[in-house]
């Protein structure tokens, strides 16, 4: 499993998977929080639960001043993933790619997709970001 | 019995019109060659084509007995694929994984190795092909440079598989001529030299092998040009399907990506062949068409090659080298 030595065994990185709140329902992704952010509950028990590919923009900021080496304009995007089951979504933070700007706008769905985050050295570390689906560009 | 049950190709978003670069560059102009998003690799390419492949299975990821890869444009030494394609999929734990490299028979070299592993443990195998051949502007291959994955998933049967396995061949020479350092564009020889001693003494013996008398309808090949997929071909009339002229120079995985083209488009009850040409000979496989093809379940190759956007020279050049920085500081 590649990824940076302080979260290499995250298998969130990698994987849909949330961690549900046991008192109130609320999911968290990708971190699993030791303190519900919501109703406050510590040590909050939270469960896996696994998470659909697709959801839905709730709100976005597009990034258009940013280091060389990274392409702007850079949308970035709030998007609520649903439970594969029952419970309330994920709210995710993530970045958008392979989507241009007129693609996009609050209620648009987007898929998670695995991808090149950033590069620890040399070598790729790869996660999830967003992007419009892509049969949608035929 | 080992057949082949789900599916699937990748190709990246973006194409290079080959006519822009030969604008800039001279040599030929025709077609377009698939060009990977800066923050794709060959790791995620991969995943995406397994993933198709797995939809049309009735494999779950923690299910594979084994992982193998096939890749000659694997940028890295040590670092290798197939492992981290198996974690991604959730097949960790007592899961085999092996990359396979150094030649374009790779991939009829990963399809052989998995059918034996399924014969003889019982357990699906996900075949990967993935390359993203480099592009130097100094170089008559920029323009061919290419991208894409191709996935298929063996097992020892299937309620409605995709394909059978019918025979494989293998027909190892030595000869090399087409070869290519890490990163670098390839360096071909004499064509006719080549035509004569390699593709023309390799892919027709191991094509014989797979066939064992056979009468293949359809046909995939990976090869160094186009004109040596042709050529590993030459002694069998039989209806080409290829992705090339869409993709460009694929590498090993144009095997792959080109046979998901094939059982997706394809009728079920024919023999089709893969065959694979590169350095030190050629391999090839024979199947049997079954039920399971088609596109259901999963995006098709056809969806990826009409899902495009036009990117530009600069960017066919840019995006394949290594992402330094991307959104994140590195340690």
């Known amino acids: 499993m590649s990824g940076p030595r302080y979260e290499r065994t995250r298998r969130q990185d990698q994987h849909l998977i949330g961690f549900e709140c046991q008192a109130c329902g609320w999911v968290s992704f990708p971190e699993e929080k030791r303190t519900c952010k919501r109703c406050g509950d510590a040590p909050a028990e939270m469960t896996e639960v696994q998470l659909q590919e697709r959801g839905e923009i709730q709100t976005f900021v597009v990034q258009q001043y940013l280091p060389d080496d990274i392409e702007t304009p850079q949308p970035v995007a709030i998007v609520d993933l649903p439970q594969a089951g029952e419970g309330e979504p994920a709210r995710a933070y993530g970045l958008l790619t392979e989507t241009d700007l007129e693609e996009i706008d609050v209620g648009t769905e987007v898929v998670a997709r695995f991808r090149e985050l950033f590069s620890d050295g040399e070598r790729p570390i790869n996660s999830f970001k967003f992007s419009v ?4 560009k035929a | ?9 990748y190709v990246p978003l973006y194409r290079v019109d080959r006519s822009e670069v030969a604008a800039q560059h001279g040599g030929r102009g025709r077609g377009e060659s698939a060009v990977p998003a800066r923050d794709e690799n060959h790791v995620t390419m991969a995943c995406e084509a397994a993933d198709n492949a797995l939809a049309r ?9 084994a992982v193998v890869t096939a890749s000659v444009s694997d940028p890295f030494a040590e670092h290798g694929i197939a492992a981290h394609v198996a974690a991604r999929l959730g097949a960790t734990g007592g899961v085999r994984t092996t990359d ?24 699906p195998v996900l075949v990967v092909g993935v390359d993203v051949l480099p592009a130097d502007p100094e170089s008559d291959e920029v323009a061919e440079a290419g991208a894409g ?10 309620d409605s598989p995709a394909a059978e396995f019918a025979g494989v061949g293998q ?4 000869f090399v001529e087409h070869h290519r350092r890490h990163g670098e564009a390839g360096e071909t020889g004499d064509a006719k030299f080549e035509s004569r001693h390699g593709v023309g003494e390799a892919a027709p013996a191991a094509t014989e092998r797979a066939l064992d008398g056979a009468t293949p309808a359809k046909a ?4 160094p040009s186009d004109r040596l997929a042709g050529a590993a071909l030459g002694g069998v009339d039989v209806e080409q399907v290829s992705t090339r002229d869409r993709v460009g120079d694929a590498g090993a995985a144009a095997a792959v990506l080109d ?10 009850g024919e023999t089709a062949l893969v065959v694979a040409y590169g350095a030190g000979g050629a391999g090839a496989v024979a199947l049997e068409t079954a039920e399971g093809v088609g596109t259901a379940d999963a995006k098709s190759v056809a969806t990826y090659l009409d899902a495009s956007e036009e990117t530009t020279y600069a960017k066919h050049l840019e995006y394949r080298e290594p992402v330094e920085y991307e959104g994140v500081k590195t340690p």
């Not at chain 2, 046979?259 to 079920?268: G, I, N, P, S, V």
Request: with cysteine; hydrophobic share 45%.
């Open chain 1, 133 to 136: 689906p892509r049969e949608e």
């Open chain 2, 149 to 158: 994955a191709g996935a298929v998933v063996l097992r020892p049967e299937a």
């Open chain 2, 1 to 9: 019995m080992v057949v082949i049950d789900g599916h699937g190709g």
């Open chain 2, 171 to 174: 027909e190892t020479t030595g």
């Open chain 2, 57 to 65: 299975s009735g494999v779950e990821g923690g299910n594979l007995g």
């Open chain 2, 100 to 123: 396979l490299r150094g030649s374009r028979c790779a991939a009829t070299d990963a399809l052989a190795t998995a059918q034996e592993f399924v014969a003889a443990n019982d357990a």
């Open chain 2, 259 to 268: 046979l998901a083209h094939l059982l997706e488009t394809t009728e079920a």
């Open chain 2, 220 to 223: 995939v090949a990976a090869a």
